[in-house]
């Protein structure tokens, strides 16, 4: 089997008389992490489901693992697992009644692969109670243990750590991340939030208004895109200080935006303060996704 | 996999859904394709019915004994079995009266089988007939000619007779009570006419029924003579309450005193 | 494929649908019962005896009196003191005391809206709760042709009606056999009463057992509940809210019993499913809706409708785009 595991070629979705998705193609690897980026509405979505078949493509093709799912639905989908948007899961039978019963549906699934996967996501404890008792952090993991059931090649999550506490994104993020680099599996993660995919994704696209606009490594996309936020008083004196410095981006009431520089940032906070002006706040931003989109697709704005 | 609730109650249902199909197969084989007629001997009737120092009372006949124009239902025949029932006899009361029935339509009842049977279990039987064949709904009120009373009264008479036989055919114990007719139009202009009529179709019935020394005609002409109006519904044909009760006062009064409980 | 049907049955006994269902048919069973007894409490009194053939007799009376001002209830009214009066010359009792007689009379009540009613509780929402749960998207992304997905519920939906008439009869059983005894299964039941043109045609009437009437009953009520399942199957696909196809499925279902009072004029009404579910009207001999109308026609009608809300509903389903 060739290293591509999932491929995409064409991908179009006609509603009516608007195209939803407009020609998507893009390939993924074994071992990595792909991220989904786009703001709400852009069409991440509507693709995932149609890469789960759950919707069904006006033209273009999808291969999982070399398996057209028009054509293979059955055996493509032996090779995938995924959660689409909240992991929905039964709530009026136990966490085991539920994988039982999504692993009745998978050919060859044992009672030992569930246990396994159950210790996986560490919910040894709780699985036996009913999911309706579980806390929303619970039930992800639950609904990964689901998806990981049937031994997949590629694991689609979308929007993965929406609506779970920091701990659980961090401990979601480091799964995600061992998944793909123990296990081998190909992970397509869908976010609208930047930092988060800057964290787990090897490669990201981003999307908008149904086409893809960029696909790249996470590190050349987010270089020097830093910026830092001043809150500065009095705010005339410092602002006209720092002008003299540096070029202000954005400013607004008491604050004031430049970029980031490792070397000459302290700098300018040591001049400020000689000036005779208080630094309140220093705050170092990772470029918002709108200013990133801004610059992407040259000014067109998102909605 | 799945637990072992689960899959009992699976196989149970399978096995209710093959019962249910076997019933619908069967009811289609039975009312489409059609079955064969079994014929049935119906079990002979039990005829031995419990005897009980009970006072019998079978009601036939028309709306004066279904008790059409009494506020509470229950006509002179309900009233006669009040009366009966505070004196201490243990009355049960059977009432067969049909609204609107003519002594034609009597005769064909009476010949049913079930009705034959009640009426052999009867200890009294009372009876109002004949009203609808006279007044055919007011009808004949508008145009009376001796000619066409005396062809009513001529058939209303031989169906009375048949009425008669039949009943003494099951029972030749019970003492038949007929209540004749009253003349609810005495105070209409034509009053004189009908009156005439009434009076003329009672003295006929009466003269049947004195064939037969177990069966008695009760006058109730006398009792609705004198200011009818008080004594009749808004209907202006039927009795009220008043009314039947004064027919009931008589009945009763001959069932305690004369032909009461053997 | 059995362990797919098994998954859809264990759905079913997690939402407790068969300990609701059981409950509704337990408190209307007490109510129906007690009434009954109450009934024959009255009777007794009035009549002063427990023969049934006075109680009939006074039955045939009441109606005669009755009929006069029955209105357009005169022709059924007629009807019904017709079969009485065969019953009673061939002296068989229509209602010999007992369990099986009140399972009889209250299967022949139940079958056109109460029985009907249970199976929408769990038809209804077979799909589209899973849609509004959002476990379809779970469901139809496994390794699982969508045909033998809804095939699954489908046939759980099938075995829930059989289990759900099964579950009604032996309550009806267990409460009636308590209340009135045990007697009288094979108590004699006349049947093949035809009604035609106003008439009651009594060539082809024969006796039966109640066991078997009873029986055959149950066959047509589960056919008229499986119908009645299939559409709101059907319903269920094609709206996204249970409540949705709930109210238009008992719309549909009592429409059909107003219906079924009036339409005699109207008589392409008779090919409308609800007109035709009322089943045991021609097994226990009363006029149909719309003159014409016999038991071959009417389970014809259910089944053409049964077989198109399938085919709809297998088209939509394996065609449907889920957001």
């Given at each position: 089997m060739s290293s591509i595991t999932l491929s995409v070629q064409g991908l179009r979705k006609v509603i009516g008389k608007r195209t939803?998705?407009?020609d998507l193609s893009f390939e993924l690897k074994r071992g990595e992490v792909f991220g989904f980026l786009?703001?709400?509405?852009?069409g991440k979505t509507t693709t995932i489901r149609m890469l789960v078949g759950l919707i069904k493509p006006t033209s273009g093709t999808i291969h999982i693992c070399g398996l057209d799912i028009a054509k293979e639905f059955t055996k493509a989908m032996s090779h995938l697992g995924c959660i689409v948007e909240n992991p929905e899961l039964?709530?009026?039978?136990?966490g085991m009644e539920n994988l039982r019963h999504f692993a009745v549906m998978l050919?060859?699934?044992?009672q030992a692969r569930i246990d396994e996967v159950v210790r996986l996501v560490g919910m040894q404890e709780r699985?036996?109670?009913?999911?309706?008792?579980?806390s929303l952090g619970m039930r992800q993991r639950l609904g990964i243990a689901q998806a990981l059931l049937g031994k997949p090649d590629v694991l689609i999550l979308d929007e993965?750590?929406?609506?779970?506490d920091p701990s659980g994104i961090r401990e979601m993020r480091a799964f995600i991340r061992f998944l793909a680099e123990e296990e081998g599996l190909t992970v397509l993660v869908s976010s609208h939030l930047l930092h988060e995919i800057q964290l787990m994704c090897d490669r990201v696209a981003i999307i908008t208004k149904g086409e893809i606009i960029r696909v790249d490594s996470v590190t050349n996309l987010l270089s020097s895109e830093e910026r830092l936020q001043w809150r500065l008083r009095p705010f005339a004196l410092g602002k006209s200080v720092l002008g003299s410095l540096t070029e202000l981006l954005n400013e607004q009431e008491e604050t004031v935006t430049t970029i980031y520089s490792e070397q000459l940032s302290g700098d300018w906070n040591r001049k400020l303060v000689e000036a005779g002006?208080?630094?309140l706040e220093m705050n170092r931003k990772l470029p918002a996704l709108e200013d990133l989109f801004l610059e992407l697709t040259g000014g067109e704005s998102i909605d | 996999m799945h637990s072992k609730k689960v899959r009992i109650i699976t196989v149970f249902a399978a096995f209710t859904c093959l019962l249910w199909i076997f019933g619908l197969g069967w009811t289609v084989k039975d009312y489409l394709i059609g079955?064969?007629?079994?014929a049935y001997s119906p079990?002979?009737?039990?005829?031995?019915?419990?005897?009980?120092?009970e006072l019998k009372i079978i009601a036939l006949g028309d709306s004066l004994t279904r008790g059409t124009g009494d506020i509470e239902g229950k006509g002179y025949v309900g009233y006669v079995t009040d009366q009966l029932k505070k004196e201490g006899l243990d009355v049960s009361l059977i009432n067969l009266g049909i609204k609107g029935l003519t002594s034609e339509r009597l005769a064909e009842q009476i010949k049913e089988k079930e009705i034959k049977r009640q009426i052999g279990q009867g200890d009294i039987i009372l009876m109002t007939i004949g009203g609808n064949d006279l007044f055919l709904g007011g009808q004949t009120l508008t145009n009376i000619t001796d000619d066409s009373i005396s062809k009513l009264e001529e058939a209303y008479l031989s169906h009375l007779k048949a009425i008669l036989a039949d009943i003494r055919a099951v029972n030749t114990e019970a003492t038949i009570y007929l209540l004749g007719l009253y003349d609810?139009?005495?105070?209409?202009?034509?009053g004189a006419l009908t009156s005439k009529t009434v009076r003329g179709w009672n003295s006929k019935t009466m003269e049947l029924l004195?064939?037969?020394?177990k069966a008695v005609f009760v006058p109730t002409y006398d009792l609705f003579q004198l200011n009818v109006n008080d004594y009749l519904f808004t209907d202006h044909f039927h009795p009220n309450e008043v009314g039947y009760r004064l027919m009931a006062d008589r009945v009763a009064a001959l069932i305690t005193s004369g032909g009461g409980p053997r | 494929m059995i362990n797919l049907v098994q998954n859809e049955m264990t759905k079913l006994l997690g939402k407790r649908r068969f300990i609701i269902i059981s409950v509704i048919i337990l408190v209307l069973l007490s109510m129906f019962t007690y009434a009954q007894a109450r009934q024959a409490e009255t009777i007794k009194e009035r009549l002063?005896?427990?023969?049934w053939r006075t109680e009939l007799q006074q039955k045939i009376v009441d109606w005669q009196n009755r009929l006069s001002s029955a209105g357009q209830w005169r022709e059924q009214l007629q009807i019904q003191i017709e079969q009485s009066q065969y019953y009673l010359d061939h002296d068989i009792n229509p209602s010999e005391p007992g369990a099986p007689t009140f399972i009889r009379g209250f299967v022949e009540n139940s079958a056109e809206l109460f029985l009907p009613l249970l199976i929408m509780i769990i038809a209804?929402?077979?799909?589209s709760s899973e849609r509004s749960m959002g476990t379809i998207k779970l469901l139809l992304t496994r390794p699982v042709s969508r045909f033998h997905i809804l095939l699954s519920k489908y046939i759980a939906l099938i075995l829930s009606v059989s289990l759900v008439i099964f579950i009604f009869g032996l309550l009806s059983y267990i409460i009636s056999a308590f209340m009135?005894?045990?007697?009288?299964?094979a108590a004699p039941v006349l049947t093949g009463f035809k009604v035609e043109g106003g008439e009651l045609n009594i060539s082809e009437v024969r006796l039966v057992s109640q066991w078997q009437y009873i029986i055959q009953q149950f066959g047509l009520a589960w056919f008229i509940s499986l119908v009645v399942g299939t559409l709101s199957f059907m319903l269920s696909i094609l709206m996204r809210s249970s409540a949705a196809g709930m109210g238009t499925m008992l719309a549909c279902l009592i429409a059909g019993a107003i219906l079924s009072n009036m339409v005699?004029?109207?008589?392409?009404?008779?090919?409308l499913f609800m007109v035709n579910l009322g089943l045991m009207n021609y097994v226990s001999g009363t006029a149909p809706p719309?003159?014409?109308?016999t038991l071959g026609f009417s389970l014809a009608v259910l089944a053409a409708w049964m077989l198109g809300s399938l085919v709809v509903s297998f088209a939509v389903f394996m065609r449907k785009d889920i957001y």
């Open positions: 939803i998705i407009k786009g703001p709400n509405g852009a039964y709530p009026f039978l136990s050919k060859g699934t044992t699985v036996n109670d009913k999911v309706s008792t579980y993965p750590t929406n609506g779970l002006v208080s630094v | 079955a064969a007629h079994s079990p002979a009737a039990d005829e031995s019915a419990a005897q009980t120092n609810p139009f005495n105070e209409f202009p034509e004195a064939e037969d020394s | 002063g005896t427990v023969d209804v929402d077979l799909v009135f005894g045990n007697q009288g299964w005699s004029s109207w008589t392409s009404a008779k090919y719309i003159e014409g109308m």
